[in-house]
């Protein structure tokens, strides 16, 4: 099989595709039958090793390309093209905070800051127990319910400085201030 | 017969419907329709007489777009419908409702399109957030193909139909048509050049027809109960009915399904229940981000597609965004911009290197660093960035919300500058 490889300039070390494992090949090839060309499974693919290993690594990367056939640069042309594949280790639960227009007007800007103070971390980062990592996200679509997040697949709307607390408990007391 | 077509068999305190429950409830008669010999011309006509308009944002007259299709007998031809259930749009949350709501709706929709294109695959291109609307689609879908209302010989037709569901990973780019195409094949979702439009070469080349969900889902009431029907639903030029929204701070914000020509006032003091104590309606957009600001003035204009765009904005998505007098104008378009830029594809200069710089002035604005030169610079943009001068209708769109707010707020903007902070905190 043909071997990309990606060259990290900071250690010049070339890394390696890592193994695919049976369930992350038996869901690409569930895939491959729904779609006429390997290159279009390329963001399903991707969503499927990020739902297995919780973020793509650069060895996942370059499994997937091979898998697919298709140049690394493109797929991860792909990959960073979208809000929501993780390029880089995430916590347990992402919350995606709905920062628009509506949630916007309802207030959102001072629930995020009663979040942010609650887990001790702002947009981009992951907190200290490793329970969450917070992302902005535009619009979810729940604007009559504004302000809103969704933590995993779960949405909380009607969102209030009093009721970040109790929906996102952590395990490490360090962690809340 | 119904005057809610496309809610009736939504109550959120529930699921969806069950194939069995749909039925039962007068579901899948349109699908039934065609399998009792309505040809793919004859759903065609129904469909152009209806008036129906695409309700994605543009309102393009649906039966118009599906006749671009060239005409062939050759069902060797590949033809794909995709649905667009991208939605992105900030403060438009219309196409979510339906789907989590009724989905053999939505599914019952796409066999009548599909069928009048002679389309036997189709993709539902689903916003990645959307996990609810997912599970339920999912589950829809596979109990359809369980009773042979998808899969081979459909309804003893003789015509083969199957729809992948395929979900995406939170890009708003991706609603505009042909980025979405280059998405579904696995490309970088920048939009594709027209012409050649999708009708005649899209997905994979072949000849395409993207159309958004609630579109989709007026098609079962259209053939059910007839054209005369439909057309009764609706009033001042436009027919059926909309999904419409409130947002803001009303007493009780939502979304409801009504007729066409319901009066701006009726959905925001009768549905919405009116503005919340303390606060006074300034402005609103009218069908989500990419509208021109209207004002209280306004309020009695009927809800059609040209009522609102004689106006000089647009009806869109349908979902309306208050803003009330104790929230900076500033601010909510200086929010909307910060969006648009986020989402900006890239692909072409003025929206990639302008949208990010308007976004820039709108900080300094809220950080009290702003100037009367940078205010300048924002109108100059509203030009830059409109239409014809860009790629796609992505910055066009944000053009809408900073333009007319400039006019508007013109005040509020000064007020920034001179007084070195928001005058709103
Ligand atoms: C930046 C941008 C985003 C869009 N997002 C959506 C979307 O999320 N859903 C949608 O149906 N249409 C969206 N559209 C409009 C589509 O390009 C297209 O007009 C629509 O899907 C056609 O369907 P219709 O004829 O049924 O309205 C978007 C357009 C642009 C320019
Ligand atoms: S207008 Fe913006 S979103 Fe559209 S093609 Fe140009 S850069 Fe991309
Ligand atoms: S603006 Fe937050 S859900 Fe729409």
Known sequence: MQQHVIASSSTNARLRARDLTAEEIAEIEHELTLYPTKQAVGLEALKIVQRHQGWVSDESMLAIADYLSVPVSELEGVATFFNLIFRRPVGDKVILFCDSVSCWIMGCDKVKKRLSEHLGIDYGETSAGGEYTLIPVPCLGDCDKAPVMMVGEKMHRNLSCESIDSLLPLSNAEGSK | ?425
């Not at chain 2, 005369?228 to 009780?252: A, C, H, I, M």
């Not at chain 2, 009504?258 to 006074?280: H, T, W």
């Not at chain 2, 030009?383 to 860009?390: K, Q």
């Open chain 2, 1 to 425: 017969m119904t005057d809610r077509p496309l809610t009736k068999n939504i109550d959120l305190s529930r699921g969806a419907l069950s194939l069995k429950e749909y039925v039962a409830a007068g579901g899948y008669a349109g699908a039934r329709a065609i399998a009792n010999g309505l040809e793919p011309s004859d759903v065609l006509e129904r469909v152009k007489n209806s008036g129906l308009k695409g309700r994605g944002g543009a309102g393009f007259p649906t039966g118009l777009k599906w006749s671009f299709v060239p005409k062939s007998d050759d069902v060797s031809i590949q033809r794909y419908l995709v649905v667009n259930a991208d939605e992105m749009e900030p403060g438009t949350f219309k196409d979510r409702m339906l789907m989590e709501g009724d989905p053999h709706l939505l599914i019952e929709g796409m066999i009548i399109a599909a069928y009048t294109i002679q389309a036997t695959r189709a993709f539902i291109f689903l916003r990645g957030e959307y996990f609810d609307a997912e599970r339920s689609i999912a589950k829809a879908i596979a109990e359809a193909r369980d009773s042979g209302y998808l899969g081979r010989d459909i309804f003893g037709t003789g015509f083969d139909f199957d729809i992948v569901l395929h979900t995406s990973a939170g890009r708003y780019i991706c609603g505009e048509e042909t980025a979405l195409l280059n998405a579904l094949e696995g490309k970088r979702a920048n939009p594709r050049a027209k012409p050649p439009f999708p009708q005649v070469s899209g997905l994979w080349g072949k000849p395409t027809i993207v159309n958004n969900v609630e579109t989709l889902c007026n098609l079962p009431g259209i053939l059910a109960y007839g054209v005369e029907w439909y057309q009764s639903l609706g009033s001042g030029g436009d027919f059926g009915t909309k999904l419409f929204g409130v947002s803001g701070r009303v007493n009780t914000p939502g979304c409801w399904e009504l007729p066409f020509g319901v009066s701006i006032r009726e959905v925001i003091e009768g549905y919405g229940g009116g503005m919340q104590e303390g606060y006074a309606l300034k402005a609103f957009l009218p069908g989500g981000g990419s509208t021109d600001f209207l004002t209280p003035e306004h309020l009695d204009t009927p809800l059609t597609y040209t009522a609102i765009g004689e106006l000089g904005s647009r009806l869109a998505t349908g979902t309306m965004i208050l803003l009330d007098d104790k929230t900076c104008p500033v601010g909510m378009i200086g929010n909307l911009m910060k969006f648009f830029a986020h989402e900006s594809c890239g692909f072409c200069t003025p929206c990639r290197d302008g949208l990010p710089w308007v976004d820039t002035i709108f900080r300094d604005l809220e950080s009290g660093k702003g100037s009367f030169k940078d205010i300048d610079v924002l109108k100059d943009h509203v030009g830059y960035l409109g239409p014809g001068r860009t790629f796609c209708a992505l910055a066009p769109g944000a053009t809408a919300p900073l333009g007319s707010g400039l006019r508007l707020f013109a005040d509020e903007f000064a007020a920034h500058v001179s007084g070195a902070k928001c005058p709103y905190h």
